[in-house]
């Protein structure tokens, strides 16, 4: 999905839904090496830049999302709603669809 977004900023997800961005992999092996650009894999760890207020449940009660903004989550391969704005590139998933948090 192609926005005229001009700042990710402006993108205030709704209910259960997460606005993620992937980490990107690292081009540089420990030893200094550079990597091209084919032989570096997509990692499923992302950031999650903003999150919305909850979804509901099966009673009609709110439910809060499991994370907040600022947290490392591990998110599937495939899936979400792509978002890009400008050069960069981000996806909303909703919170059930997340894998994991990341606790460093």
Same mark, same amino acid.
């Given at each position: 999905m192609t926005t005229a977004l001009r700042s990710i900023k402006s993108l &205030? /997800?709704?209910?259960?839904r997460v606005l *993620?961005?992937?980490i990107k992999? !690292? =081009?540089?092996?420990? =030893?200094g090496i550079f990597l091209p650009e084919s032989s570096v894999k997509e990692l499923n760890e992302a950031k999650v830049l903003a999150v919305g /207020?909850? %979804?509901?449940d099966k009673e009609g009660k709110k439910v809060k #999302?499991?994370? &907040?903004p600022g947290d490392k989550v591990l998110i599937p391969?495939? %899936?979400? =709603? #792509? *978002?890009?704005? %400008? !050069? @960069? @590139?981000?996806?909303l998933f909703r919170d059930h669809e997340l894998l994991a948090k990341i606790n460093e």
């Open positions: &205030a /997800p709704l209910l259960d *993620v961005q992937r992999a !690292d =081009s540089k092996t420990a =030893s /207020p909850g %979804g509901l #999302p499991n994370v &907040a391969q495939y %899936g979400g =709603s #792509p *978002v890009k704005v %400008g !050069d @960069e @590139e981000y996806h």
